[in-house]
């Protein structure tokens, strides 16, 4: 998926932004306790991370799982949140909305042995030059107005039928 953002202030960006969405998902258990997401090093682009659901997996043990999420906050320090707690009996998953965090993003297993999959989007922010976007508005404009052709004929008004 991928679309562009005029919006800055939900991106972090100055100007104009494209945004990309790539499905995101690991699993936590004893044996791996903790996943760092991290985006690449390149400057121009911004890697959030949205969390959607947290869900048992097979094979977990009637037991309290508390998942962690340690980000930055809006001053810059790292803080460290529990997410959820999820029990096999009573509360499997839990769904997070929309829980957008800027990379660096690590989630932990703070209790329990999983496993947990934590899934979500992995959201890729760049900047797109005005030319870049002209462009693509112009092939945009091209490829809707040959689907407003091909959409549906034209409606014909239904007969009245006359009684007798």
């Known amino acids: 998926m991928s679309l562009v953002d005029d919006e800055s202030s939900d991106v972090g960006l100055t100007g104009q932004s494209k945004l990309e969405s790539f499905l995101f998902s690991c699993e936590l258990s004893s044996k791996v ?5 991290q985006g690449d090093e390149e400057e121009d682009l911004e890697h959030i991370l949205e969390l959607r659901t947290v869900c048992l997996g097979e094979g977990a043990k009637e037991e309290s799982n508390v998942v962690e999420v340690t980000a930055m906050n809006h001053q810059g320090k790292t803080i460290s949140v529990p997410v959820a707690n999820l029990h096999i009996r009573c509360l499997p998953m ?18 329990g042995t999983g496993p947990v999959t934590v899934s979500g989007l992995h959201l890729i922010a760049s900047q797109v030059e005005n030319s870049d976007l002209s462009e693509d508005d112009d092939d945009d404009e091209e490829d809707d107005e040959e689907e407003e052709e091909e959409e549906m004929p034209a409606i014909k008004p239904a007969k009245k039928k006359q009684r007798q």
């Not at 839990?94 to 209790?111: N, Q, Y």
């Open 33 to 37: 306790p903790f996943y760092t997401f």
């Open 94 to 111: 839990v769904s997070l909305g929309e829980f957008e965090l800027k990379a660096p993003v690590t989630i932990r297993l703070r209790a």
